[in-house]
């Protein structure tokens, strides 16, 4: 009997220390494989060469991205994935990186930021930059669009004028027809969660007047809860605003505290 209760005991505790590395080994198989699987990398990183190690939660990616816009959204991604403890960004530009304010990098920003908006359109939009100045070419689906890319672009760091140039079909659309851009969410079937919540978080950085907001992000099912503090009522508004113009998110649910507003009571 004694030496049933020794094996038995034994047993258990080389199970408990047996169990530790086989569960942190499956938490790091799931986000490696998740992130293959993600819209993310699918869609946006797709031509980058992006490795992922997991070790128990620690995450660290290397290889090359094309932009810094892509290093940053791969970080975002990888950090909104379920056991992730932390994330070692070790990737690096293709190119020469171009400077801050730069022509240059005031492109690739621009464009960034209007590929993870659903109501404007990245690929039918041209983007020419002098000193700041920006001039955007190409053809929008109607006048809202137009003006909404404007209004996107202005926001973004780093710009002093914008100069749209854009076409409007001269025809208006007939009922029925689609709405202002190209609608990613009728490309693929589901964007999962971890994609919405890196595309939130990514935009919002990229916009000017919501980079310093301190913000938190939550997407289940593809409705966004947002948490953190607001300067003010517009900042929140602005913050909802641009949120529910990501690909991706169905619903916003904005819970953010405005400074020095007073506390609700029942």
Known sequence: MKLYRFILAATVVSLLFVSVPVFASGTDDSIEASVKQSFVFKTYLKDDDVTVQSK???????????????????????ASLPGVKSVENKLKEKDEVPAEQSDIWLISKIKATLLFHRNVTATETEVL??????????????????????????????????????????????????????????????????SVTALVKSTLLFHRSTSAVNTTVETNGGVVDLGGTAENAAEKDLVTKLVSDVHGVKKVINNMTVKGAKPTTN
Not at 57 to 78: F, N
Not at 144 to 160: I, R
């Open 56 to 78: 128990d939660g620690v995450v660290t990616l290397t290889g090359t991205v094309s932009e810094g816009s892509h290093k940053t959204l791969a970080q975002e991604y990888v």
């Open 129 to 194: 930059v002098k000193d700041g100045t920006v001039t955007l070419r190409g053809n929008a689906t109607s006048a809202a669009q137009k003006d909404l890319t404007t209004e996107y672009v202005k926001d973004v760091e780093g710009v002093k004028n914008v100069i749209n140039e854009m076409k409007v079909p001269s025809t208006a659309k007939k009922a029925g027809e689609t709405k202002m851009g190209v609608n990613v969410d009728a490309i693929v079937e589901t964007i999962d969660d971890a």
